[in-house]
């Protein structure tokens, strides 16, 4: 139960605010649409990409250590974070 509740704040503290938040925020703004509507389509979408994820997952995990997965991921990061700060207009 402990590495569901990990898993659990980990992904939804990485959702917040991220652009499929603010997508999905966008679309409830229109009131051509339903509320339900727009609920379940989003989270069919990210539950279709997390099935994506953890398959892709996965099969990379089968080919590629996770802790050399963890080194990509945490470099790929870092990569995008120095690109937004030399890119940023202060």
């Given at each position: 139960?402990?590495?569901?509740?990990?898993?659990?704040?980990?992904?939804?503290?990485?959702?917040?605010?991220?652009?499929?938040?603010?997508?999905?925020?966008?679309?409830?703004?229109?009131?051509?649409?339903?509320?339900?509507?727009?609920?379940?389509?989003a989270a069919a979408a990210l539950v279709l990409s997390t099935l994506l994820a953890v398959v892709g997952g996965d099969l990379?995990?089968?080919?590629?250590?996770?802790?050399?997965?963890?080194?990509?991921?945490?470099?790929?990061?870092?990569?995008?974070?120095?690109?937004?700060?030399?890119?940023?207009?202060?």
């Open positions: 139960m402990k590495t569901l509740l990990l898993i659990f704040v980990s992904v939804f503290l990485a959702e917040l605010g991220d652009k499929t938040q603010l997508a999905t925020l966008l679309f409830a703004t229109d009131h051509s649409l339903s509320r339900t509507s727009v609920f379940v389509a990379l995990g089968r080919v590629i250590s996770p802790s050399a997965l963890q080194v990509v991921a945490a470099l790929g990061f870092i990569a995008i974070g120095v690109w937004m700060l030399v890119h940023a207009r202060v």
